[in-house]
Structure formats: C-alpha cells, structure tokens
C-alpha cells in the first residue's frame, strides 16, 4: 500500500519537535508513535525500516526526535506528540500505539502510566518497546520496572537475548508480575542495539518488523469484531 511522507514540526513548550508522518493512502484508523533512544534522532535506519513497513500495511506513523539525556525532558515531548495527535483535525485516528526504542520506549511507558483516568476513551491501545532498557549495563539490582507495574494496555517488548541492559531472566521476572497483557519477543543473540553477528542488520530489522505489524495487528482486529 503506497504512502505519502509528511514533515512536522510539533509545539513543545516554546520549542518545535521535528516530527515526519508517513501517512497510509486509505482511510485511517490506527497510528504508531515512535521515537529513538539515547543517541540519534529519528531517522535510525530501524525506525525508518519499521515506519515503512507499519505504513506499507495501512498503520499511520509518527516519528519525532527528541534530544536529551533528561528522562522528564523527554517524557514531556512525548506527551506533546501524543496530544498534538489525538486533537489534529487532519488525521482523525481512532488510537494509536506508543512506541520507542531503548530510552525512546521508557519515556512511552511512562507516559502510558500516566494517562488520566478522564482520558479512558481508549485512544491509546497499546505499547511497543524495542531494547527497553531495564537496567544500566551490570547494575542488574536497580531496575527500572515501577512504571511496566502501572500499565493496564497491551505491552510489546522486542529485546536482545544478549542486551547488556535488560537481562533476559528480568525482563520475564518482570513480565510475569505485570497486570498488563504482555509478549516478548526475544531476537536471538541481539545486544541493545539490535545487532547479531552473522545477520545482516536488514534481515534483523525484517524479524523485528514482522513481529511488531504481527501485535499490532492482533490488537486492532480484536476491535472490528
């Protein structure tokens, strides 16, 4: 299904976010939000892979680039995009699904958790996180898990087996202690930044790509029927 590319820039505070929508030619009904970790903008190669694929298969993407090293900081941006979404007269979407990857998916989880319970109209259906970072490289003791407690919406998580910041006996330890409805997908061997010695990194992006339209798509079918 062919795509039009959109650029945006969103108020934020005083500021402008640097956003580009990748929007479906058909009718909308669900969107993704996406952002990037630590490092780099918007424009990964994997959240570009990933945008392509969502809108190629009918789902409206946004991804924005949100600087900082400052958790608040970011988790305010997101809320600015998630509310410049849900109140954009252009595209009238029936939900969306917040997603990052690494730092990107922890400012999503918390924005999730603090949904206002007013806002329950259902616009937001669901979270994807790609490496969340659970903990800092060998500090296995503090993790960062209050916020996946708090979540109530279906939660995806795509980590590395071998990620150095989410191991994998947590991240499942976690997982079972979830009141949210959960899957994670484990890529074989990945670190934190999706890489596995011996694939190429397309065929990496392929499984992961496939795997998030796959939830994605469970999730929004169950709504039809």
Request: positive net charge; glycine residues 6%; charged residues 25%.
């Amino acid at each position: 299904m062919s795509h039009t590319e959109v650029k945006l820039k969103i108020p934020f505070g005083n500021k402008l976010l640097d956003a580009v929508c990748l929007v479906p030619n058909k009718n909308l009904t669900y969107g993704v939000i996406l952002t990037h970790g630590a490092s780099g903008d918007m424009n990964l190669p994997h959240l570009m892979s990933l945008a392509s694929h969502l809108a190629s298969h009918g789902f409206f993407c946004l991804r924005f680039t949100c600087k900082g090293l400052n958790i608040v900081h970011r988790i305010k941006a997101y809320k600015s995009v998630l509310s410049y979404l849900k109140t954009s007269g252009e595209y009238k979407l029936a939900g969306v699904f917040l997603g990052g990857r690494s730092m990107g998916s922890r400012a999503a989880a918390s924005v999730m958790c603090h949904i206002e319970p007013d806002d329950a109209d259902d616009f937001v259906r669901g979270l994807i996180c790609i490496s969340y970072p659970l903990h800092h490289p060998k500090q296995q003791h503090k993790l960062r898990d209050e916020d996946l407690f708090r979540l109530k919406d279906p939660v995806l998580f795509v980590s590395g087996s071998a990620d150095e910041m989410c191991e994998k006996n947590l991240l499942e330890k976690v997982a079972q202690k979830m009141q949210a409805p959960h899957k994670i997908h484990w890529i074989e061997k990945a670190n934190h930044s999706m890489a596995v010695k011996g694939r190429s990194t397309n065929d990496v992006f392929r499984e992961i790509n496939t795997q998030i339209l796959f939830w994605i798509q469970e999730i929004t079918e169950m709504d039809k029927k």
